[in-house]
Each structure stands twice: as C-alpha cells, then as structure tokens.
C-alpha cells in the first residue's frame, strides 16, 4: 500500500516547512540562536528544539527525564511543562549540534512518513497520553511546524511562505477554531453574523454565523449587514490567533466596521492555540 491520497498533501507540506527551517537555520552564528522569538520565553534554539522534540515523540522515541528550573515564567501549567522539557534539555546545545539533530531528525521521520500506509482515521498517540486519529495528528504537526517557521523568519527577518502549502492547511485549522472564538468566547447575539477579510499573501474572506441556539458556523459566503467586520493581514491573523502579539498591540493592522465591543470581545479571545 501507499500513502493515503488524504495524508499526501500534509506529508507534502510537513517535508517544505520543515525543510524550510532546515535552510533557514543551517548558516546561522552561535549567536542568533539565542534570539528572542515571539514564542513567549523561546529563542531561536528553542523553537528548534521543541520541533526536534515533538518529531522525535511521534517516531516513538522516549522522552528525555530532565527537571525544569523553577525559574522559567512561562511555565504556567502541566502543558507548558510538558513542552518544556525537550527544549531545555537543548539549551546547552551549540548551533552544530542543532543543525545536526535537525536534520537526522527530518531524515528519520521523512522515511517514517513516506512508508505510511495507514487509514487516516487511524487512532494514533497525541500529546499527553491522549488519543487522535492519523490525519489530525499530521494536520496539526504541519500546522505546529509552519507556525514556528514563521516565529523563526521573524525573528531573524527572513519573511516568506507565507502562502505555502503549509500555510494554507494552518489556515484550515486556524478557522475551524473561529466559530468558538465568536459564538461563545465573544458572546455575539444569536442571529448575527461576523465577517473576517483578510488580505495579503493567502486572501479570503470568511463569515462566522451565529444561530438562534448560540452555535457558530463558518462559511465563505458574504454576509449582509454583518453586526461587524474585520479586516487585517494574514500575518497580523496568525499572530494574533497563535498568541504572539495582544491586539492592542497591532491596532494599526485590524480594521474594524460595525459593532466595535463584539470586535473587541472577539479579539481578546482570538487566540487559539496553547
């Protein structure tokens, strides 16, 4: 058997994003790595390290037994602990040492990937002793990937892919989430619907619609009257959604038409990923 026609497309993303990363980190000084990145208390070599962890996890190798310092302020819960532990284990890594684990690291799940001949609604490990099917787990290791392919090209001022393969996947994702963010995180009134355009690199422009039970729904139909709109630039977008930025800190990107507390409320909730 081959690969499932289903899965080749995030198999295709994976291998660009995180080879991407690959090129963009190989010819870096011992310094850049310790960049800060926008990923709360994460460098440059943390970032990286967290990728190398989390493929190495799904290739079944065991967790490193490693104890946190009790120091690190990102550290707030059991999940931020548990990401924690693959990247501070690194800490003490040189650039060489990065760019080798990062790339056997890629040659290893790179082969693991292509001799996947599994139905995508294969019941496979998550994080934490949790379960998901194949093609969430993909979905989500391409969006996790392209995410901190950006965190890393803005860190070291190297934009692009902003409207690759993997981008439009972390897309698909990123909007399965918004429905939530407006129906009950923002409380929009039942009946009423909200339109988000987005422009740059990757256009589109999406109406969340909110039903009289209170449910959202998301379409890519447009919305007459909408009871707000907001427009702003994909990358503002993924900043905001991946909790990277406050929107009070890119009010400048975020245009806002209509009801500007339910805009409001929606932005402060916008973020959706751990």
């Known amino acids: 058997m081959t690969v499932h026609s289903t899965l080749q497309p995030y198999i295709d993303a994976w291998t660009q994003s995180i080879e991407a990363i690959s090129e963009l980190v190989a010819p870096l000084a011992e310094g850049e790595w310790n960049k800060a990145t926008e990923c709360p ?35 707030k819960d059991e999940f931020s602990r548990y990401m924690e532990v693959p990247v501070d284990v690194r800490r003490c890594h040189t650039g060489p040492e990065m760019t080798s684990e990062l790339e056997y690291t890629i040659i290893r799940r790179a082969r693991q990937l292509r001799n996947e001949n599994r139905d995508p609604e294969t019941t496979v490990p998550g994080l934490m002793g949790t379960e998901t099917t ?14 901190h392919e ?68 998301i379409d890519g139909h447009v919305s007459l009257g909408p009871a707000a709109t907001l427009t702003l630039d994909w990358e503002t977008y993924v900043r905001l959604a991946c909790g990277r930025v406050r929107a009070d800190a890119v009010d400048d990107r975020v245009k806002v038409e209509g009801d500007q507390r339910l805009a409001e409320a929606i932005l402060a909730h916008f973020a959706v990923t751990p």
């Open 150 to 217: 950006q965190d890393l090209r803005r860190a070291l001022d190297k934009p692009g892919n902003l409207d690759s393969p993997a981008a439009v996947v972390a897309r698909d994702a990123l909007l399965a989430a918004l429905p939530k963010v407006v129906a009950k995180d923002a409380a929009a009134p039942a009946g009423s619907a909200v339109v988000f355009d987005v422009h740059g690199p990757l256009e589109f422009m999406r109406t969340v619609r909110v039903d009289a039970e209170g449910r959202g729904t």
């Open 41 to 75: 208390g994460w460098s440059v070599r943390d970032v990286v390290s967290h990728i190398i962890g989390l493929e190495c996890e799904k290739l079944g190798d065991p967790r490193p037994i490693h104890s946190l310092p009790r120091d690190l302020f990102h550290v």
């Open 134 to 147: 194949l093609e969430r787990s993909l979905q989500t290791r391409v969006l996790d990937v392209w995410v």
